[in-house]
């Protein structure tokens, strides 16, 4: 290859190969969604695409290739979604608004060809999965400076949908705006926090005379932005997209390190994938009784189960009293043994909440 016309001639030929062996790939598919029809077998297997991507990373070590494993889980988790669209068209149920966080995270699951429904609180989420509305549900439950979100562990205690998937994103907002140069902005829009959160770039660029306008989301920033070149809007990167104004500066916040633990809801159980997290509720019977929590955790400790995570909630029982019942998270599956003896052993006092493919944070 010589000059550039031979490069793209090249390209344009892999390209015909790449598209001719997804069409293949997509047969096969088509092939297991009949079989998982007729079994009732469940479309999305996290820990089948986690087993997959780990494959292809090592498969492309070996022969020194130029991807890393971010773009080869960016590529593969879209073909994913188009393959389980294939098999039967998904629903997801997310916290909206279109253009939040929460949609960026479902999207960076489910893909672009899903259908979104986006609703106004955590727990309409749950409520449409119950009624069977949508297969899954796409939540925040923890943010690593706020803390855990306890309107989703309140939800998860007493409903019947379980965690299947877990993902952490790193929250990165950008500044949008239609405007051609930054001293013809007049004013900014974003959520209250979101001004809080990005001082130091208001102040390094001369923002600190413009009007700053508090709207409820950053999605509805964008919106507003779109409508006037005089405006910008401190918001997601997918609201920016999704609204069709520019994004000037990426990454504009004070603080890179703020991440949020997003969950994935649904009514199905995941098979073991070695690579596990259980999520479990724990009302002890003997909660006041001096020591009660440490003899249930010596259980863990006994069967050598690390936890990841325990948090502590008021009871909202009906029996009165001022009691507590504690969220745990620990690495293995339900349906591994030494796991079994635990949950026998308590079978009164833990409900399952689900167990899934640990997510990379």
């Not at 188009?82 to 068209?89: D, F, G, S, T």
């Not at 690593?144 to 877990?166: F, M, N, P, Q, W």
């Not at 390094?204 to 508090?214: A, H, K, S, T």
């Not at 991440?259 to 002890?284: M, P, V």
Request: net charge negative; aromatic share 8%; hydrophobic share 40%.
């Amino acid at each position: 290859m010589k000059t550039l016309d031979d490069c793209r001639v090249e390209i344009d030929k892999i390209d015909n190969e790449v598209l001719a062996l997804l069409n293949k790939r997509m047969k096969v598919v088509e092939r297991v969604g009949e079989i998982k029809k007729d079994s009732g077998g469940a479309i999305y297997r996290p820990e089948r695409e986690k087993a997959i991507i780990e494959r292809l990373v090592t498969l492309n070590a070996e022969i020194d290739g130029l991807l890393n494993k971010s773009a080869i889980e960016a590529i593969y988790l879209e073909i994913f979604a188009v393959a389980r669209n294939l098999e039967l068209p998904e629903r997801i149920a997310y916290l909206g608004p279109e253009g939040s966080f929460t949609h960026q995270a479902a999207e960076s699951r489910f893909g672009a060809m899903s259908d979104y429904v986006s609703l106004n609180s955590i727990e309409s989420v749950f409520k449409t999965l119950e009624a069977k509305r949508a297969k899954f549900g796409v939540v925040p439950i923890e943010n690593s400076r706020d803390g855990i979100v306890g309107e989703t562990l309140d939800l998860l205690s007493k409903s019947s949908v379980k965690i299947v998937a877990e993902l952490y994103m790193p929250i990165h907002v950008a500044f949008a705006t239609k405007a051609k140069k930054l001293e013809d902005i007049k004013k900014i829009y974003s959520k209250d926090k979101g001004f809080g959160q990005c001082r130091d770039f208001l102040s390094e660029y001369g923002f600190n005379d413009v009007e700053l306008i508090p709207v409820e989301s950053t999605a509805k920033a964008a919106i507003l932005a779109a409508e006037d070149e005089t405006s910008a809007a401190i918001c997601s990167h997918i609201a920016a997209k999704l609204y069709g104004v520019p994004t000037m500066f990426e990454n504009i916040e004070d603080e890179s390190d703020n991440s949020t633990r997003f969950i994935i809801l649904s009514d199905f159980k995941n098979a073991i994938s070695g690579d596990d997290k259980t999520s479990i509720l724990a009302r002890l019977k003997n909660a006041v009784e001096a020591g009660a929590l440490v003899q249930f955790l010596q259980d863990f400790d006994k069967e050598k189960i690390n936890l990841s995570k325990i948090e502590s909630r008021p009871s909202k029982d009906k029996d009165g009293g001022f009691a507590y019942w504690f969220y745990i998270d620990f690495y293995g599956h339900i349906d591994e043994e030494r796991v079994q003896k635990i949950i026998k052993k308590h079978k009164d006092e833990v409900t399952w909440l689900g167990s899934y493919v640990k997510g990379e944070s």
